[in-house]
């Protein structure tokens, strides 16, 4: 019961406040009141929130959000299941869950296929989810090498101005690849996988001309390739490895009249056996619960602005 109401009532306060119902504690009871409708989402929500905390799964605002979003589409009922499989563990014995369906899904056809493209915004997990993944895979010696690549190119900035040669250039844009292994292996040993090569974090030009195998490979931010460059990349795989390609279609930062190679890529490869693009959308997001609302509040002004260019 404290853990459903949160502290302060504050996750009963969220609920009511979404869904417009009216709440009071009766001893070891909820009651609600308000339009029929709403009271009955308001029941299968509390009933949602119940069931993760059954299975030991913390429950903050962002979860509470997203069961009010699910149990809108109907789609509440297995969401102990959902959240319950891990995923992999950090080097400090933390466990890596799924904490959306779209992030169950995502981990599902990683699992399944061999080239998977994650297509979503900000904050849904696409790169630290496929880092894990690499990283299980890597321990339970499924594969040899780890790979992870971007693009160089600027958002908005100036790489000329950096510092260093390229693979100094591009190290701030690979700082999230970085923070993400580290919290899977631990600096130490991050640190001599790094030197013995089995991991490798470089930019995209670094990838032409070889060949790719027995290794998990993740080309990251991949809206900022040209279809020249997917290309490359995609034909790089060998034997026994997995492709993971991630990236944000709302967000190219390529110039003006280049065409986005992850666009290309996942309309002429979407038919092939083995290869499944995912795409999460708003709901999957795991940042504060605003970022949800930015996203869409941007998603929003994107359709606005191409029904108004039709």
Not at 84 to 110: D, F, L, M
Not at 124 to 147: D, H, M, N, P, R
Not at 160 to 181: E, H, I, M, S, W
Not at 208 to 236: H, P, V, W, Y
Request: proline fraction near 3%; glycine fraction near 8%.
């Amino acid at each position: 019961m404290q853990k459903l109401l949160g502290t302060f009532d504050e996750n009963l306060n969220i609920v009511t406040n979404e869904l417009k119902v009216t709440a009071s504690i009766e001893g070891v009871k909820v009651k609600l009141s308000g339009d029929a409708d709403a009271v009955a989402l308001a029941e299968r929500v509390l009933d949602g929130i119940l069931k993760l905390i059954r299975a030991g799964e913390s429950v903050d605002k962002s979860r509470i959000v997203y069961c009010i979003e699910l149990a809108r589409e109907g789609n509440l009922e297995n969401i102990e299941q959902v959240m319950s499989g891990v995923v992999a563990v950090t080097s400090r014995g933390k466990q890596i869950k799924c904490k959306t369906v779209g992030q169950k899904k995502y981990v599902e056809a990683i699992k399944k296929n061999t080239i998977v493209f994650g297509v979503g915004p900000a904050g849904t997990g696409k790169t630290y989810l496929a880092v894990c993944l690499a990283a299980s895979a890597f321990k339970g010696k499924q594969v040899e090498k780890i790979i992870l690549t971007r693009p160089a190119v600027e958002a908005g900035e100036k790489l000329g101005f950096l510092p260093g040669d390229l693979q100094t250039k591009v190290d701030p844009y690979l700082r999230p690849l970085y923070d993400a292994l580290q919290e899977m292996f631990g600096m130490e040993t991050y640190a001599k996988l790094m030197e013995k090569g089995l991991i490798e974090v470089a930019p995209l030009a670094y990838m032409r001309g070889r060949t790719l195998s027995n290794a998990f490979i993740i080309l990251d931010e991949a809206q900022n390739t040209t279809c020249e460059q997917m290309k490359m990349f995609l034909t790089r795989m060998g034997d026994g490895s997995k492709v993971v390609v991630t990236g944000d279609l709302t967000q190219v930062d390529l110039p003006e009249g280049k065409r986005s190679g992850l666009r290309h890529a996942t309309s002429i490869l979407k038919n092939i056996e083995g290869i499944e693009t995912v795409t999460l959308t708003a709901k999957d997001v795991v940042r504060h619960p605003l970022v949800m609302q930015i996203v869409r509040a941007y998603e929003h002004e994107n359709t606005r602005e191409e029904r108004k260019r039709r």
